[in-house]
């Protein structure tokens, strides 16, 4: 069983930054795929961000690319979402997810464990 916590979030001005945490209870924390999801509301879960196992290819929603930076650190388990000039249209809940594909993925459904989720609230 995995156990992923964020943190990170909260109420930030339009073109301010947030940096997001997920730390995973896991002892193999380098066998997962990792990912960010959102969900705003009244609309579905949409991917953000993925990266692999080893930290070394990502990939991002075009809605965030070049605004957005996820990384990892395998040896503290924990996977990080770096949100610059943030938008009101990135309200929403988000959240991290692990999964053990081969390859990354922006599928929901491929993802195994999910974190509760941490709010981020970007005001114009």
């Known amino acids: 069983q995995v156990q992923l916590v964020e943190s990170g979030g909260g109420l930030v001005q339009a073109g301010g930054s947030l940096r997001l945490s997920c730390a995973a209870s896991v002892r193999t924390f380098s066998s997962y795929v990792m990912g960010w999801f959102r969900q705003a509301p009244g609309k579905e879960r949409e991917f953000v961000a993925v990266i692999n196992r080893s930290g070394s290819m990502r990939y991002y929603a075009d809605s965030v690319k070049g605004r957005f930076t996820i990384s990892r650190d395998n040896a503290k388990n924990t996977v990080y979402l770096q949100m610059n000039s943030l938008k009101p249209e990135d309200t929403a809940v988000y959240y991290c997810?692990?999964?053990?594909?081969?390859?990354?993925?922006?599928?929901?459904?491929?993802?195994?464990?999910w974190g509760q989720g941490t709010q981020v609230t970007v005001a114009s």
């Open positions: 997810a692990a999964g053990t594909m081969v390859v990354i993925t922006t599928t929901p459904s491929r993802y195994d464990y």
